[in-house]
């Protein structure tokens, strides 16, 4: 079993900047993806950004040449940098670990991103 846990989430203003950290516990070395999604109302969900066990770094059109994403050494927690938020990106942020041996996703609880004036 994996379980993640988010933080970092809040009210921000338009151009301002947040740092959401995810925590996985658990079997971490079955992780094959660690990423970070969001869904806004009425929306889909969407991939922000995300890192693969072999490097590869995946990231959704939102975060691309906007926001960073990094990983510990320890490969057990995953930071998003989000500068310059806009309104659009106001949505629940979400961290998900995929397991290799089969690909079940374990999602955590969300955190709350609201950029308003």
């Known amino acids: 079993q994996i379980q993640v846990v988010e933080s970092g989430g809040g009210l921000v203003q338009p151009g301002g900047s947040l740092r959401l950290t995810c925590v996985a516990t658990?079997?971490?070395?079955?992780?094959?993806?660690l990423g970070w999604y969001r869904q806004a109302p009425g929306k889909e969900r969407e991939v922000v950004a995300a890192?693969?066990?072999?490097?590869?770094?995946i990231l959704g059109d939102s975060a691309k040449g906007r926001f960073n994403v990094a990983e510990n050494n320890a490969k057990d927690t995953l930071v998003l940098l989000m500068p310059n938020l806009v309104s659009a990106d106001s949505a629940v942020y979400c961290c998900?670990?995929?397991?290799?041996?089969?690909?079940?996703?374990?999602w955590g609880q969300g955190t709350q991103v609201t950029v308003s004036s």
């Open positions: 998900n670990a995929q397991r290799d041996s089969d690909y079940v996703g374990f």
């Open positions: 658990g079997n971490i070395a079955s992780i094959y993806v």
């Open positions: 890192l693969t066990r072999d490097g590869r770094t």
